[in-house]
């Protein structure tokens, strides 16, 4: 167990939908990375936010966003979904400040039909 | 931009045997990188990671090496076990403002057989 916790685990929605992921860091933990996983792009960086703030921003499409709240825990927004946004969504935090290392959630998988 | 190869995409060993997978990175300025084994439908867990300030760096049956002039970083994994076999994933990442994204390379199928 990483301390890093995501609801909800499974995620079965239509096309044209909204859904929102949600992510809770380790404790004292001040970052939190969103990665997707398919089976054709693999690990790919979506966006990191540190203690509040949007820091890094990677291949995030427009209808997704996300935002960290005053509790440290972070949501990501997928809008207008489409077939291929069907992934496993994965939160990782990382510790203070310097330090580098990220341990990642059990992760969210979304199912679009 | 940024970019991780790896290589092999799979790789099939006997128990006992030794794996090792290679990893290139593109951006200079890297100076972290991690290993992280999947197992099928769970999270990336990290299993080694370097700096790199560091040549090499050993835990158990598990080493990483790292080669900053060529760019490119290695995983060896001795006397392999079957509970070893998994996806593997190196990546790198570099210093940022309070950043440190990981890009991934494209992931080692493990499979060790009995």
């Known amino acids: 167990d990483s301390g890093v916790t995501q609801t909800p685990k499974h995620l079965i929605t239509a096309t044209g939908q909204r859904v929102t992921l949600r992510c809770s860091p380790r404790?004292?933990?001040?970052?939190v990375y969103w990665y997707q996983q398919s089976l054709d792009q693999g690990l790919q960086f979506l966006i990191q936010?540190?203690?509040?703030?949007?820091?890094a921003k990677g291949n995030i499409l427009e209808r997704f966003s996300a935002q960290q709240f005053p509790d440290l825990h972070s949501e990501l927004n997928l809008s207008s979904l489409e077939l291929g946004d069907s992934a496993l969504y994965f939160c990782?935090?990382?510790?203070?400040?310097?330090?580098?290392?990220?341990?990642f959630g059990p992760g969210t998988r979304l199912t679009v039909l | 931009g940024e970019n991780v190869e790896q290589h092999p995409s799979t790789l099939s060993v006997q128990e006992g045997d030794s794996a090792v997978i290679k990893c290139t990175y593109s951006?200079?300025?890297?100076?972290?990188f991690p290993w992280y084994k999947q197992e099928l439908g769970k999270r990336p867990q990290l299993i080694i990671d370097i700096r790199s300030n560091v040549g090499e760096k050993k835990d158990q049956r598990i080493a990483v090496t790292l080669n900053k002039t060529a760019k490119h970083f290695s995983l060896h994994i001795t006397e392999t076990q079957p509970e070893d076999s998994a996806v593997y994933f190196c990546a790198a990442s570099r210093p940022g403002d309070s950043s440190y994204k990981l890009i991934f390379g494209s992931g080692t199928r493990l499979l060790v057989r009995p």
């Open positions: 404790s004292g933990d001040l970052s």
């Open positions: 951006d200079s300025a890297s100076n972290y």
């Open positions: 990782a935090s990382g510790p203070l400040t310097g330090t580098d290392t990220q341990y």
């Open positions: 936010y540190y203690n509040g703030e949007e820091r």
